[in-house]
């Protein structure tokens, strides 16, 4: 049976919309998934709905999201595959988990939502909503990017500009969330769950094996979870010998996880963030933290960090091959040297491309 439960007390929630613990405001989460069944893909879907008989959610729309190509690439004479999620109907990843998370929402008849970011996640929560007839509000800071606001108003989304500290349109957002669904990419479990997607594709694109490495930028933790559970489900079903060892890269100036790895704590500290090109992964406090530093622990693992240079020598490396990313994209090439300290010249290692470059030339 198929439950939400906190991840710090345990009670099981009994709102289908809620995004946070009722009793303590603790991290909401499955206490379990399905099995995955490979005889269950629908092979004549050619998108993430090729696991709907997984997937715990009724499809009222899709934006034909999921089925990001898996491209090989030589950089430096390292061969290297690449999961081009920023490929997606709205330029990222997030499309992944908000086709799930919305889906859900429009099943419990929500007729409005709200939802805090700057970038790519406000994009996907409005292209979503609006398709599904949703009215989106989405609180950005009023210093965020021109051309991203710009982007969620084209969809539908309803700008709610707020001043002061990135922290400020958080608060806004929850505040509003009291009485509208808060449709929140970072608490939603449902945006997990449509995460996990991407390693059934992976395992597809391997011909049926699983990569040695996955590496992701990480924020809050949804796409790097997405991996790693979805992974553990199909080792759990036979279909692989190991989970990939799981590799989480952040910036030099946001870096909670990298610095709760590095002193071997499980529960990563806030931190107080700065400035970095990286701005899809400036996260103070990561919701998933203790999830996400269990699954680097049981893989063998690591967490990374990279600086603002080595990231736009990465961008521009990209580039060069062909490869149009976003500054957090490019975190996980910028990486790469550590990755292959930790893991071998030998290993098959997937970087997660997450974001379109085309939201900043
Ligand atoms: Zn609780």
New binding site residues.
Partial sequence: MMEI???????TSSDPLAW???????V?DFSAYPPFDADAIDAHDFSLWRYRAWLPVEQHVSLGEGLTPLARVRISDDDLLLKLEYLNPTGSYKDRGTVTMMNHMASHGVTNVVEDSSGNAGASVAAYSTALGIHPRIYVPAHGSARKKALIEHVGGELMEIGGTQEAKTIAARQAAATIPYASHAYSPYFVLGQMTVAFEVWEQCQRTAPDVIVTPLGHGGLFLGFARGFALLHAAGYVERVPTMIAVQSDHSDPIVRAYETGTSDPAPISTGQTIADGIIVADPVRGRAVLEAIATTGGAAFRVSDAAIQSARATLARHGYVAEPTSATTLAALPQVRAHVGTSASVVLALTGNGLKYI
């Fill in positions: 439960q906190c991840i710090d007390c345990q009670q946070r613990c009722e009793a303590c405001g603790g909401l």
